[in-house]
C-alpha cells in the first residue's frame, strides 16, 4: 500500500481527489524545509511544489518511489538523483494555457495603455482641473500591429501567441540564446530582442537560461519596449531590470514571479521607488492561480498518481 505525503496542501485552492487504489493518505498545510526529512520518512509518493528536494535528502528516503510534482516547473528537483535512484518525477502539465495568456495580456495592456498612471492622475485630482475633457499626459500605445516576442513556445507560450494574433500583433518566437542554427519558423534571439514591442518569456529555468535577460538584453531592446515574465524569476537578472527601469532603457515591465518566493527584504524589485513606478507591475505568483486552472491542476495531479500505481508513469521527467 503506498504511503503518500502531500507536503504543500495550502499551495493550492481546489478539490483534490484521493487516488482510486489503496494507499495511506497524510497531508499537510505547509512545510518547512526543516521538516521535510521526517515528514517524508517512509513515504512511497511525495506531492512537493516549492519545495526543494535535493540529493542529500533522496539519499534518506530509501522508500521514496515517486515525486508528484503539483506546478509544471521541476528545477526545485534534483533530477539526476532521482534518475540514479529510479525514482519517478511527474509534474502537471497544461492546466495554465488559459489563465497565464490571460494575466500576460493584463500586464501588457496596463503598460501599453498606461493605465496605472492614469489611475495616479485622477486620483491627484488632474482630470478634475483640466480644461478638456480628457488628459493626455501619458502615451497610449495600441497592441495592434506590434511585435510580439514569445521566449517559449510551448503550451503557455503558444497560448499566449495565439491571444496575439487575435489582437492584430505580430509574432516571432525566440530561437534559443546561442543556438548554432535557426529552425525554420523561429527568429535569432538577438534579432528578436531588437525588433520586439514586447518580449514574453515562458522557458524553464536551467543553467542555460538563468540570467536569459540581463544589462546585455535589456541595452539591446528598443527604449519603447515591453518585458513580461510569468515564467521564472530568475530568467531576469534582476538587479539590470532594476536599472533599466530607473534609467529608462526600455519602456516598462509587467512581472509576476521573482528569483526567491516568497521574496524577502533585499530584492532590488520590492525597493519602494520602484513599486511606485506606473510602469512596473508585480503580482505575487497568481498568474496560475485561477480557479478553474487549480482545479484542472489538481485533477490532472490525481491522475499523475493513478497511472503511476498503474505501472504507466504520466507527464514523467524521469
Known sequence: MHRIVYLERESMIADVRRPAFRHCWIEHAKTSPAEIGERLAGATIAIVNKLLIGSELIAVLPELQMIAVAATGTNNIDLDACRKRGIVVSNVRGYAGHTVPEHVFALLLALSRNLVAYRQAVAAGKWQCSEQFCLFDFPIRDLHGATLALVGNGSLGSGVARLAE????????????????????????????????????????????????????????KRSALLINTARGGLVDEAALARALREGWIAGAGFDVLSVEPPRDGNRLLAPELLALPNFLLTPHVAWASRPAMQALADQLTANLEAFARGAPHNRVT
Open 166 to 221: 487575435a489582437f492584430g500583433m505580430r509574432v516571432l518566437r525566440c530561437e534559443r540564446r546561442g543556438a548554432a542554427a535557426v529552425r525554420p519558423g523561429y527568429t535569432a534571439f538577438a534579432e528578436a530582442l531588437r525588433e520586439a514591442d514586447a518580449i514574453s518569456l515562458h522557458c524553464p529555468l536551467t543553467a542555460e537560461t538563468t540570467h536569459l535577460i540581463g544589462e546585455p538584453e535589456l541595452r539591446a531592446m
